[in-house]
C-alpha cells in the first residue's frame, strides 16, 4: 500500500520531517514517540528520521470511521521496525487484547477511555477495579496458553489474518 500524500495540508506542514524532529530533540531530553501510526511505511519513515517509538493508534476511531483496527495493522508496523525502536499499541479492551499486541511484538499498550469510564463510574476505585481486570484476564490468558512469563508469549499464541490466508493456500 502507497501512503496517502496529503494535499490538503500542502503548504502548511513543514516538508522537512528531519528539521522538525531535530528542533524538537533539541527542546527536550525526553523520548519523543509518533502517535497515530497505521501504516509500516509510515513506521519506517519514523524510525529513519529519529523518533524514539512509535504508537500504533488510530486515534480510538474519533477521527475518521473505517481506519484499520490497531490490532489489525500492528504485525507490518513491527516488521518494519524491525526492533530499532519501542513499538506501543492503543485500543486495548481486555486482558486478551494486551497478550495478543505482546505476542505480535508489542512492547507496551496504552489505555485511554477504559480507565475514564471506570472513574466515571467509580472515582479512584472504579480506575484501580479497571486495571485490576485487564491485569487478572491478561494473567488468565497467559496461564491457559502455556506462559509462564510475558517473555515466554510469542506469536505462535496467535492466529492472524495472514496465517489463516497461507493455511488456505
Ligand atoms: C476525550 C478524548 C480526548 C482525546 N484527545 C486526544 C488528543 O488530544 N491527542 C491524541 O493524540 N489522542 C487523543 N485521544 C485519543 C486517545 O489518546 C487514544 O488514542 C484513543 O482514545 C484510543 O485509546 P482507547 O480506545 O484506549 O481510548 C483522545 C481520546 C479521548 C477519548
Request: with cysteine.
Amino acid at each position: 500500500m502507497v501512503a496517502p500524500q496529503l494535499k490538503n495540508f500542502e503548504g502548511i506542514l513543514s516538508t522537512d520531517v528531519n528539521s522538525d524532529i531535530e528542533w524538537l530533540k533539541s527542546i527536550t531530553n525526553l523520548p519523543i514517540l509518533i502517535k497515530g501510526v497505521l501504516t509500516h511505511e509510515v513506521a519506517r519513515k519514523a524510525v529513519e528520521v529519529g523518533f524514539s517509538g512509535i504508537v500504533v493508534s488510530n486515534h480510538g476511531g474519533r477521527q475518521l470511521d473505517y481506519t484499520p483496527t490497531t490490532i489489525s495493522v500492528l504485525e507490518k508496523v513491527v516488521d518494519a521496525v524491525g526492533g530499532k525502536v519501542p513499538v506501543l499499541l492503543d485500543g486495548v479492551r481486555r486482558g486478551t487484547d494486551v497478550f495478543k499486541a505482546l505476542a505480535l511484538g508489542a512492547q507496551a499498550v496504552l489505555v485511554g477511555r477504559p480507565v475514564i469510564y471506570g472513574l466515571a463510574a467509580n472515582r479512584e476505585c472504579g480506575v484501580r477495579r479497571v486495571i485490576e481486570m485487564l491485569k487478572d484476564e491478561f494473567e488468565l490468558t497467559m496461564a491457559l496458553c502455556g506462559c509462564p512469563g510475558v517473555m515466554d508469549i510469542t506469536k505462535s499464541h496467535v492466529r492472524t489474518e495472514c496465517d489463516k490466508l497461507h493455511s488456505m493456500l
